[in-house]
């Protein structure tokens, strides 16, 4: 039996290692950790863009410095984009594999109450997610890309800088994209709230003290994300006078 | 208490495995708070033999004390019904009222093809548990009982693991179908024992390949599971089972052994 | 009195090894002959259910190397009814330093059985007892355990030393998955071919010897044919006829039924179980029982009003106006008399009039005294899962109303004969667990059924097979297709046809109810000659009308439960004409068998060992009422019989 078993022919050691992400729990491992870094990375995010709150100066001077970090920027952007297509591809297919597993949906949907953690947002997380995916693209493409097709410069501590202030102000001004900018920050928020406890428990990482603080933690963090980033257009909208 | 409630109810009736299924409404009178579910369907069933229109409903059971884990039905979208860490054979006319109109379904996943009506076929379990759900010791050649202490704490965790029915109500309750806290809760009894230890590694990627294979979802965590079964297995299981599974994935460097 | 006109055939032989009682064992595994390891691939053992008995047997013989094909009338070996089992394991380890050995444990069960179990099996089963705990624990059942690490014991159904293992009050569940977990771990290796939805309709018997089986596949209808080597026949008891049982719906005794029908002799009939603390029926739609582990009475107080017909609710029913009826009549083990006792005492007390709760037919067990005594949270850490399923039935919270309680029907002591190899009177045909006779008597103690069938399963058989197996030639698979089983099948068949033929007016259900009545009024807890005699014209009649009035809905052609029940209801019908005369031939009171005719001055149960102290063995003659009687004497030489006496 066991000689029988050494026979067969072992599949290459690439294949073997990503077979273990090939399985329904490998998979939530790459989800659970990719979101983890995207939460991470939103986290800082918001740090950086509440700067706009201290007008066009402080702003510009923390898009600066990150510029002034050159290639370690991009090299980032390039590691950003990496966990997000991670995330995306991983989701698509964890939800794919989902809808096959229950092919006659129910009649009557109900819920069972404590202690189920099943809430719409975590019902939702496919749907908040792409709604997030396309955000993300015209959010990218608007600030990341179109602002450099015709840069303005302005010159802060001696060097001189592409002027993110203004086309940012510009667009929050635009009641629709304020709009549309905060309910997205809403699904933001939802999908927080399920991922980051969610990415934990994905991960294996239970404890009973902990996991109910890191529950708690979760849904607060996303209560502040979303909080946050909804008073970036805000405090632009109402409160940054029209040039 | 209330000895001649009427019920409405929806029924899904399916001729077979192949055969497309519906609902069907029934009214049934003189229903006692004190029957259980199962007793009340008994009772539309004799109703049905007698009037001879139709066949009666097919529904699985077995012991009728919340043990044997072969009943199950999902009552209004919640598998078992709406009373927590209560099989269907356990629960009791009282929980409704009086005209109540009450829809019942088949567990629905593709890893449970329906067999007929309410009764699926759960042998994909037996699969699992094939794949590495037991320690492998042969009859004999135990050494004494208490020549290997176990805590209490971790003897009494691995109790709460290995209570599951296998009933399915998990599955059924998924939004994913997934089966992972049946699994989980049959290797995290293990996880907790030092009897589990020397196949570690071989039962975590088994049982899991084998549950994959059997086409159940992924685990979203909604934790719908833990609320749906009766002997209310924690979800705490599914992460010693994802832990399970890294240590074991780490060792092998691969998901199959 | 007039005797019953029974034919006797010749006294059976039980092929009891030489030796002390204690030797007997160790003798006999000295002398057998075993099967070589290279020849056991060779034979096809076929393991009839897969509960405790059969999936330990299952596991360990496709250890050994034999081909095993296991079946299951569920969709999985996991549903068995071992798994309802609640209290716990005995086992004779004395890890509690109080005195328990192999010995203590054979005189108890022997003792506890009212002298009527075969006392070589006995003393096998005490010591194979504790090999079944080791393995256990090896398996990873997960025992209750103390803070040092060590495994808990508690007492037990009146036992005056701690034995019991337990895991929680889930201990038949735990040793029914450690066995089911064998058992798949040996089809993953190939050696376990398992056919669950599959339920026994025949044995086929060729030359004299059991050669295989025909089977329903209950998923497409089909009938299937098996053939082997040897058949274990582990398909537990036949409490269900009296419908209201605390067994599982679906246990039944078609196989067992059907393998006397073939010529495997029916020992002791009516040695049923009545277990003293189960839930009342609430109505007449009540589908089955549920029982209330005995480990309450350990805690609760049994009583009743002083006054017939006292219909005040509990909490108004004052202190000095209350019966502890088992507390003022069995001064020494109170509410912890064996089951037997405690149940024909609470029916005395309703049959008095005394009964509580709207049907008169409870009563009650009372933790109010403990709540006092032990503190709310001892009682919950001991008995929460209980209280809270208690509460799930009835509506009622136990920890502020008493329970009520009523007794029920339990378990089954007799069953298919056998010999010391645990073969029944057919060569090839062995009976394990629940479906034999041999090992508790006229009455089991509490802990010991999963002890039985265990050690059956994993301890006797392995041994006792190979001594059958040994020197015979294999039979192929292929002879499933021979004429033996072609004619069995279409036998079955013809059954089948002629059920589903019948379209009468009156459902399965409704003649199962009839007849469980029936038996539950003459041949339950309590018997006599003039009920005995009554039922045995009624039965035949019930059966007649079964036969041509049932209506059975659907066809053979798939999942059908109402065609599986009516075939169940048919043997029933069978069945309890047979006990019911066991019953009035047995002229005296002994364990669960109390017939009101044999009965002490103070109302125990009145042995007569001159006369019964046998196993009466029943051989199928074709014609119900005159079956013939074949005797196995019982000898005592160990344990000298004596009233049993729990004052």
Redesign the interface.
Known sequence: MQNAEKQTAKPNVIDAILSIFDSTVGRKYIMGLSGLALVGFIVFHLAGNLSLFFGAEAFNSYVLKLESLGPLIRLAELGLMAVFVFHIIFAFSVTAQNKAARKTRYAVKGNAGKPSRKTIASQSMIYTGLVLLIFIVAHVWMFRFATRFNPEHVTIHGAEVINLYTPVVAAFKNPWIALAYSAVMLLLGMHVSHGFWSAFQSLGAYHPRYTPVIYTAGVLLALLLAVGFIALPGWVYFMVPVK | ?SDNMRMKL?I?RQK?PNSP?A?RDYELDNV?????F??ML??LN?K???E?KE??V?Y???????????CGV?V????HG?????ATC?L?M?TFRDGDTI?I?PW????FPV??DL?V???A??RI??????????????????S?????EE??K??FA??C??CGACVA?C????A?LFVAAKIS??A??P??KPEATRRALRM??Q??AE??????????C???CPKGI???N?????????KA?LK?????I | MSKLNIQEGSPLQAHLPAGHVSEKWDNYKAGIKVVNPANKRKYTVLVIGTGLAGASAAASLAEMGYNVKAFCISDSPRRAHSIAAQGGINAAKNYQNDGDSIWRLFYDTVKGGDFRARESNVYRLAQVSVSIIDQCVAQGVPFAREYGGMLSNRSFGGAQVSRTFYAAGQTGQQLLLGAYGAMMRQVDAGKVQLFTYREMLDLVVVDGVAQGVVMRNLKTGELESYAGDAVLLCTGGYGNVYFLSTNAMNSNATAAWRCHKRGAYFANPCFTQIHPTCIPVSGDYQSKLTLMSESLRNDGRVWVPKKAGDKRPPEQIPEDERDYYLERRYPSFGNLVPRDVASRNAKAVCDEGRGVGESGLAVYLDFAESIQRLGLKTVEDRYNNLFEMYERITGENPYKVPMRIYPAVHYTMGGLWVDYNLMTTIPGLFALGEANFSDHGANRLGASALMQGLADGYFVVPYTIGDYLAGKAPVKAEAAKGEAFTQVRGEIQGQIDKLLSIKGTRTVMELYRELGLKMWDYVGMSRTEEGLKKVLQEIPKLREEFWNNVRIPGDADGWNKNLEFASRVADFLELGELMALDALYREESCGGHFREEYQTEEGEAQRNDEAYSYAAAWEYTGNFAQPVLHKEPLEFENVKPSQRSYK
């Open positions: 208490m929806k899904w077979g299924g609902f006692s708070s004190h029957m259980s199962l007793e008994d009772v004799e049905l033999i007698k001879g066949d009666p097919e699985d059971y077995d012991c009728r004390e919340g043990i044997c884990g072969t999902v209004d979208g919640v598998a709406p009373v927590r860490r209560t356990q009791h009282r829809t379904e629905r996943s593709e890893a067999i007929k009764v076929d759960r042998s379990f037996d548990i094939q794949a590495g759900g037991y320690v492998g010791v042969n009859t004999g050649c135990a050494q004494d009982a208490n290997i202490p176990i805590g209490k003897a009494d691995s109790f290995a209570a029915i296998g309750a939004p994913n179908a997934s992972s009894q293990y907790h024992l009897q589990g899991i390949e549950m994959d086409g159940f979802g992924n685990c979203s965590n909604h934790a719908e833990e609320a749906v924690s979800i705490d599914i992460a010693v089972m994802r832990r399970e599974y890294l994935a092998t460097g691969s998901a199959t």
